[in-house]
C-alpha cells in the first residue's frame, strides 16, 4: 500500500520475474515458485503482485505470452523472454550489482 | 518503453478491455487450479486443498482489480466506468438529480449571463485600433462647473496646433439632421469629424474612402454599416449615389464596417452616429471665443507620452487661449484643459452598476452552490453504506474518490449546459431592459471568451462538490457503517456542524441581498413619489428642428410655427397644443444670468438656470401651475417689452419674501451689454433634468420674443397620446412634407425613459435578492427535514415518553431558527458594510434605513419559519409505535 517500499519491491520483483524466466519459458505459477525457490523463501510472491508485474511488463514489452499445456495437462498461460527483456535482465543486474554493493559498503562503514 | 508500443498497449487495453479481460479472468482461474492440484500433491484433502488456494489467491476479483489498476489506460477506462456508473446513479435518484442540476443551471445561468455584460462592457478593450493610448481632451471652467467641459471651436485649433504630446487629435461632434429620399424623411445621428479621425482610431472603410484632410466642403458623407444596410438595403453600388440632408446634397464616398461604433456614451456626442461628414468650422463657428463648448476631441498620446506630461502641456495651451480674452471676461472664466483616458470617461459611469450586480450574482451562485453541496452531503451520508459495501469488497478509497468526483462532475456539466440555454435567454431578455447610456452592449453574447468562463465555473464547482463530500463519505469506517444493521448510519457531528454553517452562510447572503434590493426599492419608490410638477398624462410629445438654408431667416421659422400651432389646435382631441426647446427630464442648457440688484451673499455659487423658449400654451399643456402673475400672451411679441416667466425656486432664491413680478435680469455677468427682461408670470417647479436631482432655477421666454428653429411640441389629448401620432405627423407634413417628426412619445415615456438606469439595477437586484430568499428557504428547509428524518426514532422516544406535540415541533423550529438567527446577525453586518457601495443607487433613503433592515429581517424570518415548520409538522406526526418498531 505504502507506495515506497512498493516502488523498491517492484524493481525487484522485475527482476526476479526477469531472472526465473531466463531458463525458459513458464506460467504463473512456476513464476512464484520459482522465485520463491531461488530466494530460497525470502520472497513468497502472491497473486495480487504477481499478475500486475506480469502484466505491466508485458506492456513494457520485456515478456511475452502465450497459452500451453501444463506438466498435468491444464491450461495455462506461460511467459517466456523476449529479446528486450534479455537486455532489461542485464541492465537490471548489472544495476542492483551497484546498488547491492553501495548497500553494503554503506552498512559496512563503522 | 517505445512510443508505439505504448500506444499499442494503450490502445489495446482502451479498445479490446472486454477480451483482455476474458484472457485475465481465465488465467487467474488456471493460477487458481494450478494451486489446487498443487495442494493436493501436497498430500491435503481436496476441500483443504480449495482452501488453501484461495488464500493464497487472496480473491480473484482483487487481482484482477490490481491487474487494472497498473495498466495503462486504465484511468481513461475506469473514469469512463465512474461516468458511466454516475450517470446510473444520477437516474436512480431523479429528484436529487433534477434539483441538483436546476440549482446549479440557475447559478451557473444567471452569472454567465452577469459575466457577459461584464465582459463585453469592462473587460474588454474600446474597439478601436491600440485603445489604451487614446485619450478625451477636455476644457475646464472651475468657477462655473467642477466636471470638465467639451472644447469650443476656436480652441480645437489651438489644441490641434501648438500641442507637443499627441500624435493626432479630432474634433467631433454629435448632432441630428433629416435625411430624405425614403418613404419619409428620417432624423438621423450625423457626426461632423475631422479627416483623421478614422486613422486616429484604426477605422478601414468597407467600401470607397474615408475624408481627405483638405475636404473642407461639407458635401460628401461616410455610412455607418448600420445605416447602409437599413436605410439602402446594403446596397453594394452606394459609393458615388447621393442623399439629402437637411435638403443639402451630399455624396457618399464610403462605408465603414459593423464593428466601427463611434461615438458612444461618455463622449459627450450623443448616440452612435448613423453617418459621417467633414467638421468643417464656419467663421461663425470660429469666432465663437469662449462660448459655445460643444465639441469634443479625441488624441493618441505620442508614444512616450505619459498621461502628466500631456495634461501640463494641455493646460499650458488653455492659459494662453485665456490670456486672449477680453479683460472683463478672463477675471469670469478661469480656463483650463484635461487628457481623460478614453476608456475611464466611456465605462466610467457603468463600471460601478456592473461589478455591483456581478457581485449580487455571485452571491445567488455561491447560495446555489451551498444547496447544492448540501444536497451532496445529505447523499454521501446516506451512501456511506454503499460505500461501506465496496471498501470491504475491496475498493480503494482512492477510487471511491474518483468515483465521488465524477458524479459531481457529471452534475455540474449538465447544471453548466442546461445554464447557457438559460443564459442565452437571459442575456436577450438583460439587453432589452439595457439603459442606453451602458457602452459597447452590442458585444453582449454567449462568445469563446463567455464560454470559457463558464467552463471554468463548472470545472472548479464540479471538483469542490466532488472533494468536499467525497471526503465525508470515503471517511466512513467500514465496520461500524456495516454493523448497524438495516438502518444504516448516524451522521457525524462535524457533518452537521458543516450543513448548519453553510446554512448560515446562506442566510447571511441572502440577508445582504435582500437589503441591497430593498435600498433599491424604496428609493424607486421615493422618486416615483416625487413631484414632477407638471402633469405627464395624456401628453403627446415630437421633436422637431428647421435648419438652414430651407429655415435661413427668422420669418420662416416663425411662418412655420405658427401655422403648425394653428393646425394642431384645430385637431379633434387635442385641446391644448404648444412647444418648448426643452421637454422636461431631458436636461437643457445651464444659462448664467444676472438678476438686477442681486447682492450674491459671500461664496455663492454662479448665478445658472435652465432656459426654455417656448410657444403657445405649453405650459398649460403639460400642467405647470402658474402661481403668480400671467402666462405669455399673443400680446408678448417682438415689438412688445421683452418678459419673461420664472420658476417658483429662482423667485424664491433670487427675491425671498418679495413680489418677483416686475423684477429683471439679464443673461451674462453683470458686465454683460444683454437687454433686461422683466418677469411677468412665476410658475411651479418642472423637473428638468432627472426627477432625482433637485431642480435648478428656471426661465421661459416666448418664442416670439427670441425665435428658435428646434423645438419639442407637445399635446394634451383627450384620449390615449398614441392615437394622435398619425394626426400630428400629418399636421407636420402638410406644411413641409421633407421635415422630420422625431421622438414621438408620451410624456409618460419621457419619464419612464429618465428612470430606466435605475428599473434596471432595482429588477435585476429585486430578482437575485428574490432568487436568493427562495434558494436558502430550500436551503434551511432541506437541512431541517433532513434531520427530523435522522431523528424520528428520537423523536419517537420522546413522544413515546409524553412529550407534547408542541414540544417536538419547538425542538424542531429552534434548531432551524438558530441558524438563522446566527445568518442574520452576521448578515445585518455584512449589510450595514456593504451597502455603502450602493450609495450613488440611493435616493431619500439612508444606506443604514431602518425600516429596510426590519422588513428584510421579517420577511426572512417569515420565510425561514415556514421552511422550519413543515418539516416540524411532519415531526409531530411520528407514530412513537413505527418509530420504534425500526429496531
Partial sequence: MNPEPTSLLQGTLDLLILKSLATGEMHGLGISRRIQQITQGTFVVKPGSLFPALHRMQDEGWISSFWGDSENNRRAKYYRLTKPGRKQLEVETERWGRISWAIARALQMP | MSLSLKLRSFLRNLFFSHRVDADLEYEVHSHHNLLIEENIRAGMSPEEAQRAARMELGGIEQVKEEVRDSRMGNWLHSAFFDFRYGVRQLRKNPGFTAVAVLTLALGIGATTAIFSV??????????????DRLVLVKERIPKVTPDPIPVCAPDVLHFQHENHSFISLAAFRGDQFDLAGGTEPRRVHVNRTNANLFSLLGAQPILGRVFTPDEDQPTVAILSYGLWQHEFAGAPGIVGRSV?????????????????????????????????????????????????????????????????????????????????????????????????????????????LLLLLFGAVAFVFLICCINVANLLLTRST??????????????????????????????????????????????????????????????????????????????????LFGIVPAFASSRTNVADSLKEGGRGTTQSPQLHRLRGALVVVEVTLAMVLLVGAGLLL????????????????????????????????????QNFYERLLQRLQNLPGVPIAGASSDLPLQAGWNHLFTPEGYQPPPGASTNLCNHSVILGPYLQAIGAPLLRGRYFTDQDNSSSTHVLIV??????????????????????????????????????????????????????????????????????????????????????????????VAQIQSMDQVISKSTTPRRFSLFLLAGFASLALILSAIGIYGVIAYSVVRRVHEMGIRIALGAQRRDVMRLVISQGMLLLVLGMVIGTLGALAMTRALGSFLYGVRPTDPVTFVAVVVILAGVAFLACYIPARRATRVDPMIALRYE
Fill in chain 2, 244 to 352: 439629402s440632408l437637411n435638403r443639402q446634397i451630399y455624396t457618399v464616398i464610403g462605408v465603414l464596417p459593423a464593428t466601427f461604433i463611434f461615438p458612444l456614451p461618455g463622449m459627450d456626442q450623443g448616440d452612435a452616429a448613423d453617418l459621417f461628414i467633414p467638421i468643417a468650422f464656419t467663421p461663425e463657428e470660429l469666432a465663437d471665443e469662449g462660448d459655445n463648448f460643444n465639441y469634443s476631441l479625441v488624441g493618441r498620446l505620442t508614444p512616450g507620452v505619459a498621461l502628466a506630461p500631456a495634461n501640463a502641456d494641455l493646460q499650458l495651451i488653455a492659459h494662453r487661449i485665456q490670456e486672449t480674452y477680453p479683460p472683463e471676461y478672463r477675471s469670469h472664466v478661469i480656463l483650463g484643459a484635461v487628457a481623460l483616458p478614453l476608456r475611464d470617461t466611456v465605462i466610467g459611469k457603468s463600471r460601478t
Fill in chain 2, 647 to 740: 420658476s417658483d425656486s429662482l423667485a424664491r432664491r433670487y427675491w425671498p419674501n418679495q413680489d418677483p413680478i416686475g423684477k429683471r435680469l439679464k443673461w451674462g455677468p453683470e458686465a454683460s451689454k444683454d437687454p433686461w427682461l422683466t418677469v411677468v408670470g412665476v410658475v411651479g417647479d418642472v423637473k428638468q433634468s432627472s426627477l432625482d436631482v433637485e431642480t435648478s432655477p428656471h426661465t421661459y421666454e416666448s418664442f416670439w420674443q427670441n425665435t428658435t428653429p428646434s423645438l419639442n411640441v407637445a399635446l394634451r389629448t383627450s384620449n390615449d397620446p398614441a392615437s394622435m401620432a398619425s394626426a400630428l405627423r400629418s399636421s407636420v407634413w402638410s406644411i413641409d412634407p421633407q421635415l422630420a
Fill in chain 2, 118 to 131: 461584464v465582459d463585453a462592457v469592462i473587460l474588454r478593450p474600446l474597439p478601436y485600433r491600440s485603445p
Fill in chain 2, 522 to 557: 424604496r428609493s424607486f419608490q421615493r422618486i416615483l413619489e416625487t413631484q414632477p410638477g407638471f402633469h405627464p398624462e395624456q401628453v403627446l410629445t415630437a421633436s422637431l428642428s428647421l435648419r438652414e438654408p430651407h429655415y435661413k431667416e427668422d420669418s420662416d421659422i
Fill in chain 2, 382 to 463: 446516506d451512501r456511506q453504506k454503499e460505500m461501506a459495501v465496496r471498501l470491504s469488497l475491496g475498493a480503494s478509497r482512492g477510487r471511491l474518490l474518483r468515483q465521488l468526483a465524477a458524479e459531481s462532475m457529471l452534475l455540474t456539466f449538465i447544471g453548466a449546459a442546461l445554464g447557457l440555454a438559460f443564459a442565452s435567454w437571459s442575456i436577450n431578455a438583460l439587453l432589452g431592459l439595457m439603459p442606453p447610456d451602458i457602452p459597447l452592449i452590442h458585444g453582449v453574447g454567449l462568445n469563446p471568451a463567455v464560454l470559457g468562463f463558464t467552463l471554468g465555473l463548472a470545472v472548479i464547482v464540479g471538483l
